[in-house]
């Protein structure tokens, strides 16, 4: 009998039939299906979360077009997605932290806690990490997901449940920011005006920096760049031989040396361009990897001691992301360009929107 049916005896009978959890499951070469997801149970330190917000990231588009990323292979259907926000909604017998009800943001990550990089204090670099929608490790795009509950961060009362899900995007800026060491005597170059090279925009305008100059292909996406706080913008090719002409135009544009280029491509020509564009004793930090081999120009950068670093995601992020968000520091919501439902059709063209890019920066599911 269905909800509000009367029973035999008159009374009124609810039947508290608990929806089946169901997730985008990428299944093959540009197809992804919505289909049931089983959860494990609920541990003493986890938290099942009602899962509202998530964002498609480059990764996710990559492992849809070509099934995999990296060195990471789809060799069996995933759920897709990480960048992500939602309400808890069961909490573990040993959660003191979280109830039912709160708005949290999560950090996609789960380590061992146990090898020397985890006890070190670089657990983003752990060899066993567990990763949203990282193969085999299932993502978020779901109703519902299991996750630790000390990867859970509650969102401040003034930070929306989309923003929350940008923390994960934000944190690859943070974490770069910290690793270039950026403050308020930073002049800073960003090269790629895609969502991470924007969003380290915001984060060293947060850090303080000096001045900063970004550049890129794409007039429109320089554009956008400028109204999220860079103080100037090169348009640049994609043809090796502009190299050294357009080295003079960033530091003209920067006004002064460049203290710190982050390249948030990982090209030959961009990194060349970082590396011939940092000023003597600079840095270069490499965010991008779009080339997984590089040849660039690393004796000249050497012979004027210019540092590289990288970068791998990030570590401890959140709770400083979601300061700069509930401050008003940073604003992420002018990234969110498109927004979809959760329905078959929706991923779909979700998907291809962000897939196509042009005006797409962060294209963001609403569930």
Request: glycine letters at 10%; proline letters at 5%.
């Amino acid at each position: 009998m269905g909800k509000g049916g009367m029973s035999s005896q008159g009374g009124v009978l609810e039947a508290h039939v608990e929806q089946e959890n169901m997730a985008a499951w990428l299944v093959g070469v540009n197809t992804l299906r919505i289909q049931p997801f089983k959860l494990p149970t609920v541990g003493p330190n986890d938290v099942r979360v009602k899962i509202k917000a998530v964002g498609i990231c480059g990764s996710d588009v990559h492992y849809l077009k070509t099934m995999k990323c990296a060195d990471f292979v789809v060799q069996e259907p995933m759920v897709i997605g990480h960048e992500c926000a939602g309400i808890v909604d069961e909490v573990g017998s040993m959660v003191k932290n979280l109830v039912p009800g709160d708005r949290v943001a999560l950090e996609p990550g789960i380590s061992c806690w146990r090898c020397e990089q985890c006890k070190g204090g670089r657990y983003n670099l752990c060899p066993d990490m567990k990763f949203f929608a990282t193969p085999p490790v299932h993502g978020s795009l779901a109703n519902q997901i299991v996750h630790p509950a000390d990867l859970c961060f509650k969102l401040p009362e003034n930070v929306s449940l989309e923003e929350g899900a940008m923390c994960e995007p934000l944190s690859v800026g943070v974490h770069a920011c910290r690793r270039a060491n950026i403050g308020p005597e930073t002049n800073v170059l960003v090269i790629g005006a895609g969502p991470i090279g924007l969003v380290s925009v915001l984060s060293a305008r947060a850090f303080g920096a000096a001045r900063i100059v970004i550049v890129d292909v794409d007039d429109e996406r320089l554009s956008i760049a400028k109204s999220l706080g860079a103080d100037d913008a090169v348009k640049v090719s994609t043809n090796p031989q502009d190299l050294e002409a357009e080295v003079s135009k960033i530091s003209k544009a920067m006004k002064g040396g460049v203290d710190v280029s982050f390249d948030c491509v990982g090209f030959n020509k961009t990194m060349s361009t970082a590396l011939s564009a940092t000023r003597p004793g600079g840095k270069v930090c490499l965010v991008g990897m779009g080339h997984g081999v590089m040849t660039v120009p690393l004796t000249p950068a050497a012979a004027r001691e210019v540092d590289v670093v990288g970068i791998f995601r990030y570590k401890n992020t959140w709770p400083l992301c979601l300061e700069f968000l509930r401050t008003g520091k940073i604003d992420v919501k002018p990234l969110i360009t498109h927004r979809f439902g959760f329905s078959q059709k929706e991923i779909e063209e979700a998907f291809e929107t962000s897939a196509r890019g042009g005006n797409a920066i962060k294209v963001m599911f609403n569930l």
